[in-house]
């Protein structure tokens, strides 16, 4: 297992600033830092997998970033 680390899973890469506030946080404490641009509309079973591949390589901390469409997406029926 590598060092804890930080992952985050975002709807879109203009979510970055967003993400890099995240790292600039976290960055001070030497945590290591990793995004990842992935739709709000992949199936579940994508973010389930990508969790479980941070969990396997040590992820400490689990962030996601989202816009308005991911919620509107969910309830959509």
């Known amino acids: 297992m590598?060092?804890?680390?930080?992952?985050?899973?975002?709807g879109?890469?203009?979510?970055?600033?967003a993400i890099e506030a995240?790292?600039?946080?976290?960055?001070?404490?030497?945590a290591p830092c990793g995004a990842r641009t992935a739709s709000a509309r992949r199936p579940?079973?994508?973010?389930?997998e990508y969790l479980r591949d941070t969990d396997r390589r040590g992820c400490a901390l689990f962030g996601?970033?989202?816009?308005a469409a991911a919620p509107q997406e969910s309830f959509r029926g």
Do not use: I
């Not at 590598?2 to 975002?10: G, I, L, N, R």
């Not at 879109?12 to 600033?17: D, F, N």
């Open 2 to 10: 590598s060092k804890p680390y930080f992952a985050t899973d975002m």
């Open 12 to 17: 879109s890469g203009s979510h970055l600033p």
């Open 22 to 30: 995240y790292f600039e946080v976290l960055r001070p404490f030497g």
């Open 44 to 48: 579940p079973a994508h973010a389930r």
């Open 64 to 67: 996601a970033e989202a816009g």
